[in-house]
């Protein structure tokens, strides 16, 4: 009798975490994927904008590549202090800030003439966004213990192929429809257009925005003591806390790598997708469009399906190392049937699908080591040296196509990536991961 008490008494707790936990859910996550949407279409709408730019201005495969892939040293230089300034001044100071100047130097593309102007501001956008990813990720662990972050990391995360299906047909109407419009290209006016909502969304951030449990308004009092004794009560379970602790941590060092090779997968579709559908046959830029929205469409059912199981199931290693395995044998497969546009949009579709399942599973095990301070740094760390990977990746497929004539051989060494960043994750104990 006292058994059967003591169980409904649990379930009926734990209908009402869940309640709380969906109240959180309504308020912040849409909000933050509509935020990461817009700054990845900014990140990203230059691999659109190359099908017109590159030509208009003289720029080599090469050159666009380095361009792409410069981003990224902006953006490793100044993750780290970023992320821990986020931890001090609170994510709604910083990510306003950081979303207002990242949405200025996206519209300041419309003015490059030269390669070293395309470097330049390229850089600075990176300096610019350095920060996001991570702060929000961190953002999350203040809200979210381990067993709600599958699913809510890969509905934050599903803002990258949210990108890619709302911007491709987007990218491709701008570039199409505005070309010469007051003397612009269409390449420019994409750069403008695409930019404008990141600077709005970056003012609504300042007052939307809540720095943590206590300051949020919209919840009762009891809300508030569930939310934190379930953050304090994970926070005791071992894991690393200080500053010091998470540079040293091998474990740390183990997911920066892994990272890397993640994302070598991840940024070789996203820069290229539009180039490697125009080279199966399509030239028109709004068809472009409307096809590389097909991956992306597949990508967010995917991702969210993946992260709801791994959650239910509190398994993570299998649930990043099988959708690796697919992503992989889709861009295996994109390379091999390169010249019939239904078998490359399939391929690229369970490519798209599986890298970036692979990416949000990711993201489930770094707050599993790491948790205050360390979490700030260590999360900033793996982010920003994982991504490396998006200069070198961009660069790879740029220096290939140059001198090939076709992205065949880059997508092979990028299968092979994926493949072996999946591998890594049975490099961490199960019973530290799968929580």
Known sequence: MLTESASLDSSVATRADDHIYAKVTWRLVPFLLLCYTFGYLDRVNVGFAKLQM???LK???????????????????????????MHKVGARIWMARIMITWGLISAAMVFVKTTEMFY??????????????PGILLYLTYWYPAQHRGRITALF?????LAGMVGGPLSGWIMSATGGTHGWSGWQWLFLLEALPSIFLGIMVFFYLDNGIEAAKWLTIDEKRVLRSNIELEA???????????FKDRRVWILCLQYCFILMGEYGLLFWLPTIVKDSGIKDTFQIGMLTAIPYT?????????GRSS????????HLAIPGVVGALGLFLAAFYNDSTVLT????????????????????????????????????????????????SPYLLGWVKEHTGNTAIGLYVLAACIIAGSAMTFLLPAKLVNK
């Open 345 to 392: 949009i399939i391929s690229l579709t369970l490519a798209v699908t599986g890298v970036m399942a692979v990416v949000s599973q990711f993201w489930s095990l770094p707050p599993a080591i790491l948790s205050g301070v360390a979490a700030a740094a260590g999360i900033a760390l793996v982010n920003s040296l994982g991504n490396l990977a998006g200069f070198m």
């Open 54 to 56: 590159l030509s208009e």
């Open 311 to 318: 959650d239910r199931m509190r398994e993570r290693r299998w």
């Open 236 to 246: 005791k379970s071992g894991s690393v806390h200080s500053l010091s602790g998470a």
């Open 59 to 85: 720029f080599s495969e090469t050159a666009y590549g380095l361009g792409a892939g410069i981003f990224f040293f902006g953006y490793v230089l100044f993750e780290v202090p970023s992320n821990i300034i």
């Open 157 to 161: 995360l599903a803002g990258i192929p």
């Open 120 to 133: 330049l501001l390229r850089f600075l956008l990176g300096v610019a966004e350095a920060g996001f990813l």
């Open 298 to 306: 597949v990508t967010i059912i995917g991702m969210v399906l993946i």
